[in-house]
């Protein structure tokens, strides 16, 4: 999220840090008084139990001050409301007489955000789909645990984290906030994340829900679709999410859906968040994502963010005139106290302390390395044998000093600046291009000592090529870069400024390659990139947006310490003509006149249609059912070992067990993604297959393990209309195992029933 009515959040901070002085130092430092002594203290109870307890003893007041936002803490000035606040990007009051702190939110994605306004230090983690590319939910509970901690650290007690929105647009800006185009493997790993941030005592969240699957025109669009390709797509990963990682709170999207705002929209938030799923924590909107007070209510929505346009005044005096009950109030506000109780925010008071910079590189290395995709590898070129090389060529997108990383809301804050700027310039604006200082030539040098190491920065076609001839091994870095609040004009790397040079990316690798094919491309992309130039390198490497100690991450599988084992989880179409929809829908007006006012957010900007007419056909299944190649499928990725599946066997009952052998054919440690798909029966009317298991298996050389994954029967159901609820189709079901979606050597049929 992003309050786009405060484009010069940085700015103001600076001269609140200027002005404010002691005054901002002490707002700060959250108070915490001692506790009262009220029955709802007792921790034996449970979370609803407390929660009525605290309800009883509020007054109308204090139950609307829960009710919504005190304006933008980041930007706005320090005022009695929002003192008590650690500077976020939100703040609800609190109740203190009861015991009840304020809510006090960061942005989250993949670290804590503007730290560096909060005078304290965050971990960058790989972006999230980096760590989806790792297809594991340890990886995942571990990105969200540190997330947390570095929460509470900083004095905040919810984090604002927790994408989800499946890729049904490649080229949506926040792409890479997100966990890929499988509604399984994102749900999965959604929960993991959810269920390690909360670990840490801190509010936990999922977003954007729902169907906010592009940047433009995202206060706007109204996004089409019918129930059964939504309840198979999008809202199954937020299905699984909030079942099973319990997230205290859900924050609905901008976008309007079949016609209502997400954010007033009782289908999804009454009917299947809340009376579906059986949610019992609370909705937030997105920011500035609310659109009216009484409408809003009584389709669920439970907390206006950041400001109080419709949750304040409003909302009381429609309390007061009986338009709005009291039962309708006092469950949101059970919502919101159940979801502080259930997270621990009571009973673990915020407690600022020092970040260990040392243990989040060291975790966000780990996951770096698990995520990183080898899309290629003719000839062996990888690893490079460091003792052995005498020389390397590094060229292009600034691998001299730094990695670059995603942008918006997400954004985390480099120490030391962007690496791109010099010393004491590097400070974080939003949109900006912000390398972290992560440099891969440096760590390319570290592992090659005895190699001649030169670098090029791969502005001009002729200078790159003459720094590639006669080099042993050539790494070419090429980079796509985007941010909330945009989309990607297209899948191609983009051409860029670098002094008076007009910089075409394509053209650099392609004159790269020609004179030297031994050459590896490195790209630093957080979305799916076309690649005219396939065909030319030897070795191609996603690397993805890497974190704070991405080279590091790197170097470690370029030369062979560490093992790649990510795969995909977005498929890297051919060309942009291939997707769904070759054109992104967009907006003919995308401002409003004026200031930003109540009336502005009520109205809302003219709507335009986003038609999701490819249904059940996300991602993979689109490329499937229409026959179209690919340049790298779902679920792909190399190693530097072999893998062999074999004796394929399926068990029907409450949970589908599918076993198998898995064996490590090859000479060196690794960990291979085995992935099962399922082909339904013809009457259901499907894709040609969806997945619906995977597992992530360690094995040493030439180790053999079986291999038991429990298969949910959800998984293997359709959405029936009819019936309003999921159905599993009777009949054959082929399940089909192996390392990618375009290659499962073991299969079997069964009948299900």
């Known amino acids: 999220m992003k309050p786009s009515r405060?484009?010069?959040?940085?700015?103001?901070?600076?001269?609140?840090l200027a002005s404010a002085g002691t005054v901002l130092l002490y707002a700060q430092r959250p108070q915490h008084p001692a506790p009262p002594k009220g029955p709802w203290m007792n921790t034996s109870l449970s979370p609803d139990e407390r929660a009525d307890m605290v309800l009883k003893e509020m007054t109308l007041d204090e139950k609307i001050a829960l009710l919504h936002g005190v304006g933008m803490p980041t930007d706005d000035p320090v005022t009695p409301e929002n003192a008590p606040s650690n500077r976020g990007v939100g703040y609800a009051v609190g109740v203190p007489r009861l015991g009840i702190p304020g809510i006090d939110m960061s942005d989250a994605a993949y670290g804590v955000r503007s730290s560096q306004a909060n005078g304290r230090y965050a971990t960058a983690l790989p972006a999230n789909v980096a760590a989806a590319a790792s297809w594991d939910p340890d990886a995942a509970y571990e990105y969200g645990a540190l997330i947390g901690r570095e929460l509470r650290a900083q004095g905040y007690n919810m984090t604002l984290g927790g994408g989800t929105n499946l890729t049904r647009?490649?080229?949506?800006?926040?792409?890479?906030?997100?966990?890929?185009?499988?509604?399984?493997?994102?749900g999965t790993l959604v929960a993991r994340l959810i269920e390690g941030t909360q670990s840490a005592h801190v509010i936990g969240d999922i977003k954007h829900y729902a169907f906010n699957d592009q940047e433009s025109g995202r206060n706007s669009g109204n996004v089409s679709i019918d129930k059964r390709a939504g309840h198979e797509s999008d809202l199954l990963a937020f299905e699984i999410g909030v079942t099973?990682?319990?997230?205290?709170?859900?924050?609905?999207?901008y976008n309007r859906v079949n016609g209502d705002f997400a954010c007033e929209n009782e289908w999804l938030l009454k009917d299947v968040l809340k009376k579906d799923w059986k949610f019992p924590g609370f909705v937030v909107s997105d920011w500035g994502g609310t659109h009216s007070t009484e409408k809003a209510s009584a389709a669920g929505l439970d907390e206006e963010q950041p400001g109080k346009f419709f949750y304040s005044d409003k909302f009381k005096a429609a309390v007061e005139a009986g338009r709005i009950s009291q039962a309708e109030l006092d469950d949101h506000i059970h919502r919101i106290l159940r979801s502080m109780f259930a997270a621990g925010v009571v009973d673990y008071p915020r407690q600022r302390a020092v970040v260990d910079p040392f243990a989040g590189f060291e975790t966000s290395r780990k996951i770096e390395e698990s995520g990183i995709v080898l899309l290629k590898n003719n000839k062996d070129i990888l690893p490079i044998e460091g003792n052995k090389v005498k020389s390397i060529a590094v060229i292009g997108a600034h691998s001299d000093?730094?990695?670059i990383s995603g942008g918006g809301s997400a954004q985390v804050d480099p120490i030391g600046g962007n690496a791109i700027m010099p010393p004491g310039q590097g400070a974080t604006h939003w949109q900006e291009q912000i390398w972290f200082p992560s440099s891969p030539l440096k760590a390319i040098k570290e592992r090659a000592p005895n190699a001649n190491v030169t670098f090029d920065a791969g502005v001009d076609p002729a200078a790159a090529a003459a720094a590639a001839r006669g080099a042993d091994v050539v790494v070419v870095f090429a980079y796509q870069w985007e941010s909330e609040g945009m989309d990607l004009p297209s899948l191609s790397l983009p051409k860029y400024k670098s002094g008076d040079k007009d910089v075409d990316q394509d053209a650099i690798i392609e004159a790269v390659t020609k004179a030297n094919p031994h050459t590896v491309v490195v790209l630093e992309t957080g979305s799916p990139v076309t690649m005219p130039w396939v065909d030319g390198p030897a070795g191609i490497v996603e690397a993805w947006y890497s974190g704070s100690d991405g080279a590091s991450a790197l170097g470690n599988v370029l030369f062979g310490s560490v093992n790649p084992s990510g795969k995909l989880p977005n498929t890297f179409?051919?060309?942009?003509?291939?997707?769904?929809?070759?054109?992104?829908?967009k907006p003919t007006k995308i401002h409003f006149d004026g200031a930003s006012t109540p009336e502005m957010w009520a109205k809302g900007l003219p709507p335009f249609p986003i038609n999701y007419d490819e249904g059940l056909k996300v991602g993979y299944k689109w490329y499937d059912a229409e026959k179209k190649p690919v340049l790298f499928p779902f679920g792909y990725g190399l190693s530097y070992t072999t893998y062999g599946y074999s004796d394929l066997d399926v068990t029907p009952g409450d949970t589908v067990k599918v076993t198998f052998k898995l064996e490590n054919k090859g000479k060196r440690e690794g960990a291979e993604i085995a992935e099962i798909y399922a082909e339904l029966p013809d009457s259901a009317q499907e894709p040609p297959k969806r997945l619906v298991g995977f597992s992530k298996v360690k094995l040493a050389p030439k180790e053999k393990k079986t291999v038991t994954v429990e298969i949910d029967r959800k998984y293997l159901s359709i959405w029936d209309e009819s019936k309003d609820a999921w159905s599993l189709v009777p009949g054959k079901y082929t399940f089909l195992v192996g390392?990618?979606?375009?290659?499962?050597?073991?299969?079997?049929?069964?009948?299900l029933q």
């Open 401 to 403: 000093v730094g990695m």
């Open 739 to 751: 390392g990618s979606s375009d290659k499962l050597p073991e299969k079997k049929t069964v009948e």
């Open 6 to 16: 405060f484009p010069a959040r940085l700015a103001v901070v600076a001269v609140a």
């Open 169 to 186: 647009e490649p080229r949506n800006g926040r792409t890479f906030e997100y966990l890929g185009e499988d509604p399984i493997l994102a």
């Open 573 to 585: 179409p051919k060309s942009d003509a291939d997707l769904p929809h070759p054109e992104i829908s």
């Open 244 to 253: 099973k990682g319990h997230p205290a709170a859900v924050m609905c999207s």
